[in-house]
């Protein structure tokens, strides 16, 4: 504040020492500022140059004190001058006052409303026309008359610069205020003329498409955006350029990134195409897991009452079965009978199949350290192949820790990889290689060194229950993958190679915010179920729980090596949970020690373990542990 009224000072200060009269009225007629010649030259009172003074109590003022002269309607002259100003039009004029004094009057209007006005005591200069006209007998009248208007005009010339100036500064200020809007846009905006080339762009597309150019001006669409997206969306364009306005989403082929851009016909003066792109790939992503959760629910409500009715059948039909063997049959008739049996369980497996199908399946992620995941994996799927067929695991991903959901990706793997295993026969090959696509995909694909997919397999092996195995497959293996990648809002494909088949994987790449090696954690709970349930949480969460029912024998077990935290109960049988905490940290102070607790917060137990170590209030819910972890991690 002090600086301020500082700056108000210097300010009156400065408009005092200007020599013509200035006064700033805004858009109500209310005066803003003035100084202090204005109230000399026209002798004003204090009220009328004091901000907020009123317009017309100021020309009602200079009417009664004569500065008008004669004025036979005071209020029309009033009423006159207020809806001039009110017009708040530039103007120039030159008047001589009531004490034979002239003045130039120019005024300017002001962006914000309301207008600044400059007077001007011109004296001297219209004395000196008067002597030069009376004294100078050779000059022509012609002549005189016209350095008068030429003086007159050069006057209105300079009120006319200066108006032009101010209006310069207004649009170039108005200029850098677009610019900077349309750089702040989280969309990439852009004009191609009606050549194809680009006119106009917020320096946005890099943002959009990471390997594209930002400064495209000059450019023609094609080579701007590269000769495959150029290519899908030329036909926009020309409709576009032909006055119809369209919206295309696209998956660029180069990032992988989903894309959604309009194309607005340009007005008649300037023509071609407006483009406003933005990146989509979430929206779609989310989009495509919402589709698929509609499709499984539809699905279920379709099989569900189907799959009772025929579980019933396959019920009657083992009875029926069961009471032909008690009959004295022909020679081969057991045979037959144990062929139906063996029938009628394959289809309460492929039963089981179906409800896993279309049962309550969300994605869980979780940070997943990939090497440590690929370690773990790799003596699993290893353990299914036969000495002859190798496999290989290959990680091409930057980041240490994504956000997954490692049962559904494992259990995806190893599908796709005992697929590859029949494909192959008794020697082969199947390398797997996970690599990210333009930090917005992660990219899993499975090769292998069989015979390739069919023509018939490459249209239709993600149909339910197309198989290539006969009697021995379900179809569902290849179906059951495709469910769970569209759920996470990825995508799956088939292709061959020149050594055999792949199937590619692509799931939203999700950096883990920290570091997410799996944690050792030794869980102390007296109460089974409830051990149970968070033990589940930790499991779930990809961490591997050691657990004690007991203080004393989770006190001996906080030795193990490799143990990174303790999580407890406060309330245990015997020792409490904080004095538990305390001897563990006595002998281990690195060790990471939490509580958990449904006592209230006031509680001098709680209170007491508060002070040292995070507590989480029971129910705990896998969210509390994932953060209790992560902040670890980060830490």
């Known amino acids: 504040m002090p600086r301020e009224r500082t700056n108000q000072s210097f300010t009156r200060a400065g408009l005092n020492l200007i020599q013509q009269a200035l006064s700033i009225y805004d858009a109500d007629l209310r005066l803003a500022v003035c100084n202090r010649p204005f109230q000399d030259m026209f002798g004003l009172p204090e ?28 209020d029309a002259f009033v009423i006159e001058r207020v809806d001039q100003a009110r017009a708040f039009a530039p103007h120039y004029m030159e008047r001589t006052r009531a004490n034979g004094r002239t003045i130039s009057v120019e005024g300017s209007p002001l962006p914000e409303g309301g207008w600044v006005t400059v007077y001007t005591d011109i004296t001297s200069v219209k004395r000196q026309e008067g002597l030069l006209r009376a004294r100078s007998e050779e000059l022509s009248d012609q002549l005189l008359t016209h350095a008068e208007e030429l003086a007159l005009t050069n006057r209105r010339l300079e009120a006319t610069i200066a108006q032009l100036q101010e209006a310069k500064a207004e649009l170039t200020e108005m200029e850098a205020r ?29 943002a959009l498409l990471p390997d594209r150019q930002s400064d495209i001006v000059g450019l023609s669409f094609a080579d701007a955006l590269g000769p495959e997206t150029a290519r899908l969306l030329q036909g926009n364009l020309d409709r ?73 059948l396959l019920t009657i039909i083992l009875g029926l079965q069961a009471r032909l063997e008690k009959m004295p049959l022909p020679l081969g008739a057991h045979e037959l009978t144990s062929a139906t049996r063996m029938a009628v369980r394959r289809g309460g497996t492929l039963l089981d199949k179906i409800a896993g199908m279309t049962g309550t399946r969300t994605v869980q992620t979780a940070p997943v350290v990939v090497q440590d995941f690929l370690d773990t994996f790799a003596p699993l799927a290893r353990a299914a192949l036969p000495d002859g067929v190798t496999l290989s695991l290959a990680n091409e991903v930057t980041h240490r820790a994504l956000m997954l959901d490692a049962g559904s990706v494992s259990d995806s793997l190893l599908n796709l990889i005992l697929n590859a295993r029949d494909a192959i026969g008794v020697a082969g090959a199947i390398t797997v290689t996970l690599r990210p696509v333009k930090d917005t995909w992660l990219e899993i694909t499975v090769d292998d060194t069989g015979a390739g997919f069919s023509d018939h397999a490459l249209n239709s092996a993600l149909d339910p229950f197309f198989t290539t195995k006969g009697d021995a497959g379900s179809g569902l293996g ?8 569209k759920l ?26 920290a570091d997410a090696r799996p944690r050792l954690i030794l869980l102390v709970d007296d109460m089974a179920d409830l051990r149970a349930d968070v033990r589940e949480m930790l499991t779930d969460l990809g961490h591997q729980v050691i657990e004690a029912a007991s203080a004393e024998e989770a006190e001996t077990l906080a030795d193990l090596p490799g143990l990174d935290w303790v999580l407890s109960d406060i309330k245990l049988g015997g020792m409490d949970g904080v004095a538990l905490c305390r001897r563990i940290a006595a002998r281990h102070p690195d060790m990471n020690l939490a509580l958990m607790t449904s006592l209230p917060g006031a509680d001098d137990l709680r209170r007491a373990a508060s002070a040292h170590w995070p507590v989480l209030s029971k129910p705990v819910a896998p969210g509390d542990l994932h953060r209790l972890l992560s902040a670890e991690a980060a830490a």
């Open 478 to 485: 290849l179906t059951m993958v495709y469910d769970l990648v």
């Open 47 to 74: 009220r009328l140059v004091t901000p907020g003074a009123r317009f017309d109590d100021t020309i009602r003022f200079l009417v009664q004190s004569g500065e008008y002269g004669t004025v036979d309607d005071p």
């Open 488 to 513: 996470a809002g990825g995508a799956m494909r088939l292709s061959n190679t020149p050594n055999g088949a792949r199937v590619s994987l692509r799931l939203p790449l999700r950096p883990a915010e």
């Open 178 to 206: 677009t610019r900077l809007v349309t750089e702040m846009t989280p969309a990439h905006i852009a004009h191609v003329d009606a050549d194809g080339v680009y006119t106009f762009t917020n320096r946005r597309l890099s």
């Open 240 to 312: 576009a350029a032909q006055g119809e306005a369209t919206v295309r989403e696209f998956t660029d082929p180069t990032t992988g990134r989903r894309i959604r851009t309009a194309f607005t016909p340009g007005d008649t003066a300037e023509g071609g195409v407006y483009l406003l792109s933005t990146d989509v790939t979430e929206e779609a992503q989310a989009r495509a897991a919402l589709t698929q959760t509609h499709k499984r629910e539809l699905a279920a409500q379709l099989t569900s009452g189907l799959a009772h009715d025929f579980a019933n």
